[in-house]
């Protein structure tokens, strides 16, 4: 699920943690999750910021693939037995060939991104606020690569779009489509989504269960 926030930056522009934390604890005290009481009714049972989808916003803002780190993770075999097994593969990268070459995976995604942070598949998935790039400024750029992906793709990911400035949310769930999320509610707009400070729009990934 992705959250797209109003954030205010008059005071100080925020860091992503801040941001993720922001969410986390909206989400929290509105009943995202619930575990407790005889009857439990918010839509997850458990939810973390990143998750399994760490790094997803990084992968948009710097055009990274999946096919791309399994290319890479290709390139380090050099057994030819290897490859030709890694070939037949179809259930993706094992991970024990993560856990193989997780200091050159982790160095490829720092060259790839200009960032310090770890490859996505090396990330702790259970961390509670996530990593630096699980919340994101919402720029021309990350906005122009996310519809350009995005336009056609179907997918059970839900969005919430929560708007902290006018104390409003709208919960939008898997019947609708992607392409119909971006052009009802991230239409680009340089005055009101990005540049104006008290209505900074930020992206965060959330990974929950149901």
Known sequence: MIVLSSQDETRESLDPTDVSH????????????????????????????????????????YKVTYEDSKEFIRSC????????????????????LIDQYKPQ???????????????????????????????????KDLFDNIKGDLESY???????????????HDYLDDSVELKDIIDRNMIYNEDDVHQTKHNVKWLTVIDYHN
Not at 23 to 45: H, I, K, T
């Open 105 to 139: 995976l982790n160095e490829w995604w720092k060259d790839k991104t200009g960032t310090v942070l770890e490859h996505p598949w090396c990330r702790d998935t259970y961390r509670q606020i996530g990593y630096g790039d699980d919340s994101m400024r919402l720029t």
């Open 22 to 61: 922001s969410v986390y604890e909206w989400l929290s005290e509105e009943g995202f999750a619930n575990q407790g009481g005889r009857w439990a009714c918010g839509p997850s049972d458990w939810f973390v910021v990143g998750g399994r989808w760490s790094g997803e916003l990084s992968k948009f803002k």
């Open 154 to 168: 179907q997918s059970e990911d839900s969005w919430i779009c929560l708007d902290h400035y006018a104390n409003e």
């Open 77 to 96: 075999l050099v057994n030819k037995k290897d490859k030709e097994d890694f070939d037949k593969n179809t259930w993706g990268v094992s991970s024990n």
